[in-house]
């Protein structure tokens, strides 16, 4: 997901130097609306992994 968030990021910068603004606004919207939900789902997955308590392998 950080990727797509990296993406819409690149796309709203070019989009913004060729002077299209509602295309940059438009992406950099989407870039962190991507990027936040990214970092939610990273802390409940890590949440839920320091939860459950994996024991070690032997």
């Known amino acids: 997901m950080i990727g797509w968030a990296i993406t819409f ?3 709203a910068l070019v989009a913004a130097l060729l002077g299209f603004g509602g295309i940059a606004g ?3 919207e989407a870039a962190k609306i991507v990027f936040f939900v990214a970092i939610v789902l990273f ?3 890590a949440i839920f992994g320091l939860m ?3 024991s070690p392998r032997v």
Do not use: D, E, I, K
Request: charged content about 15%; overall charge positive; aromatic content about 0%.
């Open 26 to 28: 438009t992406a950099m």
């Open 52 to 54: 459950r308590g994996r």
């Open 9 to 11: 990021l690149v796309v």
């Open 43 to 45: 802390a409940v997955s």
